[in-house]
């Protein structure tokens, strides 16, 4: 069974430093098409991906947030972590990590329960 | 990127109902097209991949027909479980994008 959890704080000040982790289990991410991604969804709003972490290392980040933006990997904890600097209140949002899985066309895909973060002083 | 875009942004209907979603690409995607389903206050579920193939489990009354820039999924008969937001999402590039969102509410 595949499993995801985000953690990290809820609450960050504008100017700082957002670290959330999404640990996982069920697979291996250096297994073949396999990629653990981040997605937010600011309240009432669509969902916008902000990057993806695949299995043979290569990062994909979203081109308007890109210079704010790293994700890494820590695999021996079975952890993907997703840092976004500068925080402003339009980052307030709920971050989802998202297990996806490709071969030909083929696709699975399981989120995590996403976690809240609010953007305020 | 790639753009996805889809209409409409929200669906009135009622239980039985056949609804039908459209979802756009701003360039072809063959048919690397996922549909997933997002319940009030839940994690997306994914429902559809390579635009017409159903993830195990999911209902029949569920479907996706399309290719190159033009998607659709259809509802054949709208139950209670079925009102949701439903995205759309391109795998053709390496970043993955979604549709701005269909809601789907009670008529």
Known sequence: QITLKESGPTLVKPTQTLTLTCTFSGFSLTSRGVSVGWIRQPPGKALECLGFLFWNDDTRYSPSLESRLTITKDTSKNQVVLTMTNMDPVDTATYYCAYTEEWFGDLDSTWGQGTQVIVSS | D???????????????????????????????????????????????????????????????????????????????????????????????TFGQGTKVEIK
């Open chain 2, 2 to 96: 790639i753009q996805m875009t889809q209409s409409p942004s929200t669906l009135s209907a009622s239980v039985g109902d056949r609804v039908t979603i459209t979802c756009r690409a701003s360039e072809s995607i063959s048919t690397w097209l996922a549909w997933y389903q997002q319940a009030p206050g839940k994690a997306p579920k994914l429902l559809i991949y390579k635009a017409s193939t159903l993830k195990s489990g999911v209902p029949s009354r569920f479907s996706g027909s399309g290719s190159g820039t033009e998607f659709t999924l259809t509802i054949s008969s709208l139950q209670p479980d079925d009102f949701a937001t439903y995205y759309c999402q391109q795998y053709n590039s390496y970043f993955r």
